[in-house]
Structures are given as structure tokens and as C-alpha cells.
């Protein structure tokens, strides 16, 4: 198994993306904490994972209250005393026209998309150095490089995270971290009943390559292969996995 005995956090893993990923995680042998403000559906989701054989634990913790997140990695350290894999993928996609957007609005969506990344890898950052050994993955989005109407905040958030990933890259590295993001399509999840435009879903399908919906497993694979030691060669990137939708 490519991530046998890897210590994992995945953030907004209570559904969607964040939990095909800790579900795959776990089938690849990691010890996999499920982060996420929804407590009832993050230790579900442990359970089912559980129930497979796997080894899961919820936590609530919302990524916008730097103390949650403390609390939990606080336990994490003191059960397991390090932190292998940290997946930064907790995010929102409300859909309003920049014209209709108000400030609080913006900064919602950049509170829980962008800085969590501030508040989540402050915390797991200084064990990995200490250990001189550490993968974080963040989870960023395709419509950066498409643009998207009606998602400007989204839009903008997902972009500063690339930026962040590059740049974190850079100050790490000499202590044998990794950091790395992927850029998803248009993946099928639950969040589609509350945020998706049925109309502009249709549109993307229609130009990918891949003429079919992708799902969270196609977004967990590459995941563990930048959590394996099969990405020990990578720093800085983004992968980009879209079905196709963008060709560069």
C-alpha cells in the first residue's frame, strides 16, 4: 500500500472531494483524521470508513477558528507524535454576480478557502520540520485558469492558493517538505444540489476530452500519489485534472 502507516489530515472530509480522499487514503494503509465543521457527517463518513477496514477518526473543527484546528492537531501529535500528509481542501462556492457580491460575502469565501491554508499549515508546519519529512497538498480549482462567472471570490481565493503553494514550496523545501496542489474540474458531489449551474456543469462536460462527469475518485488518486514517496521528486506544482477541460 503506497501510504502504509502515513499519519493524514484531510480537511472538509465530511463529504465531496475531501472524503474520496481520506477514503482512499485509508484503503492505501494511512491513518486518516477527518477535519470538517459538520460533526454528525465527518464521523459518519470515519465510520464508513471504519466499517471498510480502514483507520479513521473525526474531528469537528472548523478551518476558519484557528483553535479548532489547534485542538486537533494538538491530540493528533500527542497520539501519534508527527503528522505525515496534510490535504488543505475545505471550501465553499456560493455562486453571486461580483455586482451583487457584498464584503462580507468575499470575505467568507476567502476566510474558509484562502486563509485556512494560514491557519491549518502554521499548525502541522513546524512537527514536518522538526522531522524533516512532511507532504501538504492543497486543493484548488480549474475555473483559476478558466475564469467563471458569478464565482469572482471563489475564483480569486483558488488562485492565491497556487500562489501560496509556489511560494511555500520555496521556503521548505531545504527541510524536505513538499508542497503540492491539484487543480480539479467539475466534479460530482453533494454540494452540486446547493451551488451548481446544471447549464454551465453541461458546458464544461461538453469540452473536456473525457466526455463524462468526474468524480472524487478521480481526484483521490492523484492525491495519494502526491502523498506516496512516488512524488518525492515534485515541489511547487500543480496538477491539473480536469478531464481535459484545459490543455497546457
Same mark, same amino acid.
Given at each position: ?8 489530515? $484531510? ?5 465531496? &472531494? ?6 482512499? %487514503? ?13 460533526? #454528525? ?6 465510520? !464508513?470508513?471504519? #466499517? ?23 491530540? &493528533? ?8 500528509? $496534510?490535504?488543505?481542501? !475545505?471550501? &465553499? ?22 486563509? *485556512? ?10 512537527? =514536518?520540520?522538526?522531522?524533516? *519529512? ?5 486543493? *484548488? @480549482?480549474? /475555473?483559476?485558469?478558466?475564469? =467563471? ?11 492565491? =492558493?497556487?500562489? %501560496? /503553494? ?7 523545501? #531545504? ?6 496542489? &491539484? ?9 452540486? !444540489? ?11 462536460? @461538453? ?12 481526484? !483521490? ?6 502523498? @506516496?514517496?512516488? *512524488? ?17
Amino acid at each position: 500500500m503506497l501510504l502504509n502507516d502515513k499519519v493524514t489530515i $484531510v480537511t472538509g472530509a465530511a463529504m465531496g &472531494i475531501g472524503a474520496g480522499i481520506a477514503e482512499e %487514503f485509508a484503503a492505501q494503509g494511512a491513518t486518516v483524521f477527518l477535519l470538517d465543521r459538520q460533526e #454528525e457527517l465527518c464521523e459518519q463518513r470515519a465510520a !464508513a470508513i471504519r #466499517e471498510a477496514g480502514g483507520n479513521a477518526r473525526a474531528f469537528r473543527a472548523d478551518v476558519t477558528k484557528p483553535r479548532e484546528v489547534a485542538a486537533a492537531v494538538e491530540e &493528533i501529535l500527542a497520539r501519534h507524535g508527527r503528522l505525515d500528509v $496534510v490535504v488543505n481542501n !475545505a471550501g &465553499i462556492y456560493p455562486r453571486r454576480l461580483f455586482a451583487d457580491m457584498t464584503e462580507s460575502e468575499w470575505d467568507e469565501v476567502h476566510d474558509v478557502n484562502l486563509k *485556512s491554508l494560514f491557519h491549518v499549515t502554521k499548525l502541522v508546519l513546524p512537527p =514536518m520540520i522538526a522531522r524533516r *519529512s512532511g507532504k501538504i497538498i492543497n486543493i *484548488s @480549482s480549474v /475555473t483559476f485558469f478558466k475564469g =467563471m462567472a458569478k464565482l469572482t471570490h471563489y475564483v480569486a481565493a483558488k488562485g492565491g =492558493m497556487i500562489g %501560496f /503553494t509556489r511560494a511555500l514550496a520555496r521556503e521548505v523545501g #531545504e527541510h524536505n517538505i513538499h508542497v503540492n496542489c &491539484i487543480t480539479p474540474g467539475a466534479i460530482r458531489t453533494e454540494g452540486e !444540489a446547493v451551488h451548481a449551474d446544471p447549464a454551465a456543469i453541461a458546458e464544461i462536460q @461538453s469540452r473536456q476530452c473525457l466526455n463524462r462527469r468526474l468524480l472524487p475518485a478521480d481526484i !483521490a488518486g492523484p492525491c495519494v500519489f502526491l502523498a @506516496s514517496s512516488l *512524488s518525492d521528486g515534485m515541489t511547487g506544482q500543480t496538477l491539473n485534472v480536469d478531464g481535459g477541460l484545459i490543455l497546457y
